[in-house]
């Protein structure tokens, strides 16, 4: 069996890649490893709306069960609600059936500790390892207990609204829940801050999730808030553990820019601890220009949000996260958490009377050009060892006279190198991504 675990969890095309009979095994290795510590253990599941979650849920639940440790079911909720509920539950862990912004026929499981922290590298192993030797224990008095939460959308809205100090009535919003996990969740919320709000794209069937919907397919959102002039928009992907907005003329506003309006926010709060906020390599250089203007420290970390988060606690930092729209707000939670951001950003725009586009005139995005090369295992993996390279991309670099970067870095899943550039000049950039390819094609021969 090859490595389980990825940078979110375990994830795969249902029933070749992920199957009932792995999901009841991640159930019971798990409950096996964390009941060590610990007897009479309770577990959180919630998932998103995808067909495959019943039978993914009832073989996870049931691999629990036979370790003699009990379930509580939170049914159809955002991931972040699952990191959340388990602190407010006095849980010891959670799972959370998904697989994010993917189509319907992939899901995953994410795993969480009793803090609401994904589960860390040491421990995703043990389970593997646990997984490759596994037995099923069949001694039906050890079982655990199984219930259904009643409560725990509403204990989770309540709790996002308790985030902001103020209501957002008066404003026109558009609203996404790409057919996924905040499709209930999201118009208790926004009913409940008496906001004017319109859904789209929140009659799930199980099919459906992320088709041409959410934070990953915004041109229906952008189309929505100019033809009903609505304040902006917000677009969630298929788990609601990120979020990203549109402004009331349709352009887009992304991770980066949430970074940069809510950095300044808590700054002139003094607010901002170590006046410091997180992202990744790949975020936009405008980011890192809007920080030296500020006086903000910038820290970029490797390319995904639990990168992020590690840095954040390791150095006590309060906000970060990543371009796609996964923002962490570590005073309110442990994870990215779309519908977290998106009424802070409104909370924001209601203290300043401003309109979004407004806010988010404070960063400029450069123009970013990203291609892959398609390459070998051994290539991919050693690329960076060959000096003609190297030497070259430094080449390119000074064409960019400092208005601009590359970022040359393998895929962690693929046999591609990925090629990204950003500057001023699209055109300019673009070529320089093309001959940098061109380069590497010959040394590859």
């Known amino acids: 069996m090859g490595k389980l675990f990825g940078t979110d969890g375990v994830r795969g095309i249902v029933g070749s890649e992920l199957t009932i009979d792995l999901a009841m095994k991640i159930g019971a290795c798990t409950a096996k490893i964390l009941k060590r510590s610990k007897k009479n253990i309770t577990l959180l599941i919630g998932s998103d709306t995808r067909i495959s979650k019943d039978a993914l849920r009832l073989s996870l639940a049931s691999g629990i069960l036979s370790e003699g440790v009990n379930v509580i079911d939170l049914g159809i909720i955002p991931t972040p609600a699952v990191a959340y509920l388990i602190k407010r539950y006095n849980a010891d862990g959670g799972f959370v059936i998904s697989a994010s912004h993917n189509p319907s026929e992939y899901n995953g499981i994410k795993v969480f500790n009793e803090y609401g922290y994904k589960l860390d590298d040491n421990l995703e192993e043990e389970v593997e390892n646990l997984i490759n030797e596994f037995q099923l224990n069949k001694n039906v008095n050890e079982v655990g207990t199984y219930k259904i939460a009643e409560n725990a959308i509403d204990d989770y809205v309540s709790y996002l609204v308790s985030t902001i100090d103020r209501d957002l009535k008066g404003l026109k919003i558009g609203i996404d829940t790409a057919n996924g996990a905040a499709y209930k969740t999201a118009e208790l919320l926004f009913s409940k801050l008496n906001a004017s709000y319109k859904i789209i794209n929140n009659k799930p069937d199980g099919f459906n999730i992320n088709l041409n919907a959410g934070s990953t ?42 970074l940069a309006i809510c950095s300044k926010s808590l700054k002139e709060k003094e607010l901002l601890k170590n006046n410091t906020i997180v992202g990744t390599v790949m975020s936009n250089l405008g980011l890192n220009k809007y920080c030296e203007k500020e006086k903000i420290n910038f820290i970029a970390t490797k390319v995904g949000d639990r990168y992020v988060l590690q840095n954040m606690i390791e150095n006590n930092y309060i906000l970060g996260g990543e371009q796609s729209g996964h923002i962490i707000f570590k005073n309110y939670a442990t994870t990215g958490d779309g519908e977290l951001t998106a009424i802070q950003i409104l909370n924001i725009m209601q203290e300043k009377k401003q309109s979004l586009k407004e806010l988010a005139s404070i960063m400029e995005k450069y123009p970013q050009v990203l291609k892959n090369l398609e390459v ?70």
């Open 217 to 258: 397919h915004l041109e229906a959102l952008q189309k929505f808030v100019i033809e009903n002039n609505l304040d902006c928009g917000i677009a969630f992907d298929g788990d609601a553990d990120r979020c990203l907005m549109i402004d009331n003329e349709g352009n887009v506003v992304d991770g980066d820019k949430i």
């Open 376 to 445: 070998s295992k051994e290539n991919r993996d050693n690329y960076q060892n060959n000096k003609e390279i190297q030497d070259y991309i430094e080449k390119c670099t000074l064409k960019l006279n400092g208005e601009g970067r590359i970022l040359v870095r393998p895929s962690g899943t693929e046999n591609l190198i990925r090629v990204m550039l950003e500057g001023k000049n699209i055109e300019v950039i673009n070529k320089i991504c093309d001959e940098i390819i061109d380069f590497m094609k010959k040394e590859f021969k």
